[in-house]
């Protein structure tokens, strides 16, 4: 963990570049940091973002314009409410400035909602960490 897990209307798929969009979100969390400051908030390897549009779908009165992106940050406990709130905003801050365009030209909504918890279940299998560039 983190995975980020984007929904959006599919109507949105010629206004935004999704993939540099999960690539910008992805660095957003890879870059904080935990309380000491150096130490990273969440693990590198952990890390995932997502995305996935909506093909049918109504926004506010219905009109096919209206487009929204919701953003869900799954998140282990174990974070301070400080930290929580500095990672939302971390993310929400540069999912907006991406998407700043996006706001010029369409009627656009844009939520985040980060949830907490231990899975009642979790299997793994990961090289990932192996593979990372540490250097």
């Known amino acids: 963990m983190p995975h980020l897990n984007i929904q959006y209307t599919a109507n949105l798929d010629r206004a935004i570049d999704m993939n540099a969009l999960c690539k910008t979100l ?49 998140i282990t406990p174990g974070r301070s409410e400080a930290l929580k709130k500095r990672a939302g905003d971390a993310v929400l801050a540069s999912a907006s400035a991406h998407l700043d365009t996006v706001f010029a030209q369409h009627a656009l909504g844009l939520t ?3 949830d907490e918890g231990v899975p009642v279940y979790e299997g793994k299998r990961n090289n990932l960490a192996a593979h990372l560039n540490t250097a």
Do not use: S
């Open 26 to 74: 992805a660095a957003t969390l890879v870059a904080l940091r935990g309380e000491d400051g150096v130490a990273p908030l969440f693990p590198v390897a952990g890390t995932r973002v997502m995305a996935w549009p909506a093909a049918y779908f109504a926004v506010a009165d219905g009109q096919p314009d209206r487009a929204f992106i919701y953003l869900n940050l799954r």
């Open 112 to 114: 985040l909602h980060i």
